[in-house]
Each structure stands twice: as structure tokens, then as C-alpha cells.
């Protein structure tokens, strides 16, 4: 019971490290080490916050004119692809909703010699965040 309260609290972290929300998954980090302080994911979960608060970012926003009409030019997507710097890049897609975050991880996965990590978020407009 208490390892898995201490799961959920590591899955709580997760979330909150990649809605940037670094103060909240510090907190989150402490409760599962109070719980079950010998749970070796806390350290992969601690490491992961380390990383991504270190990363330096890059914003790129897309009208929603050109995202409904699939229409970014190539060299939009050409510049994203000079920030992103291998197996440490990590990709946050925003959009208003999953088809338009899909095509868009599709076109970046396209410029890149290997598979893009990131998350998909829900929003108001269409953007990809980059932690290089």
C-alpha cells in the first residue's frame, strides 16, 4: 500500500515535470521519499527533474490558419529542427486538439534523424515548446 501511494506520487511528479510545474514535482518527489524513502524511481524521477530544469527552451507558435490547413512552410520546420540536438531533446506540442498535435509531431519526427521525445497538451493555440 504505501509503495504504491508512493507510485502515485512519483506519477504526480512526472506530470508536473513536463507541465514545467518544477516547485510541484519537487514536492511530490518529497512525499514518496517520506513514504517509501528505498523506492530507487525516486532517484530516475529526481534525475529527470534535474535535467529538464537545466534545459535551456525554445518557443515556436503556428497561426491556426496554417495548422488547420496543414500549411507551415518547410522552413518553419527546418528551424525547429536546428534546436532540437539529439536523444536529449525533449518536445512539448500544444494544440486545441490531438489531430493537429499528431500531424505536428509527424512533420518534426520528419526533419530529425531519430524518433522526438515529447507530450501532447491541450490549448488555446498551436505552439512546440523545445528543451534542448
Known amino acids: 500500500g504505501i509503495s504504491n501511494l508512493s507510485e ?5 511528479a512526472i ?21 517509501a524513502p528505498k523506492n530507487l524511481n525516486i532517484i530516475s524521477v529526481t534525475k529527470m527533474l534535474d535535467t529538464r530544469s537545466r ?6 507558435s ?10 507551415i512552410p518547410q522552413k518553419e520546420f527546418e528551424a525547429i529542427g536546428k534546436y532540437l540536438s539529439g536523444p536529449e531533446s525533449y518536445v512539448i506540442i500544444e494544440s ?8 505536428l509531431y509527424q512533420k518534426i519526427n520528419e526533419i530529425t534523424s531519430e ?14 515548446l523545445i528543451f534542448q
Open 15 to 35: 506530470r508536473s515535470i513536463e507541465a514545467l510545474d518544477f516547485v510541484k514535482a519537487r514536492h511530490y518527489i518529497y512525499k514518496a521519499g517520506v513514504l
Open 115 to 128: 524518433r522526438i521525445k515529447a507530450s501532447f497538451k491541450n490549448g488555446r493555440y498551436s505552439s512546440v
Open 55 to 60: 534545459q535551456k527552451t525554445k518557443l515556436f
Open 62 to 71: 503556428f497561426s491556426e490558419e496554417n495548422i488547420a490547413n496543414r500549411a
Open 8 to 12: 502515485i506520487y512519483l506519477s504526480w
Open 96 to 103: 486545441p486538439n490531438d489531430s493537429d498535435g499528431r500531424w
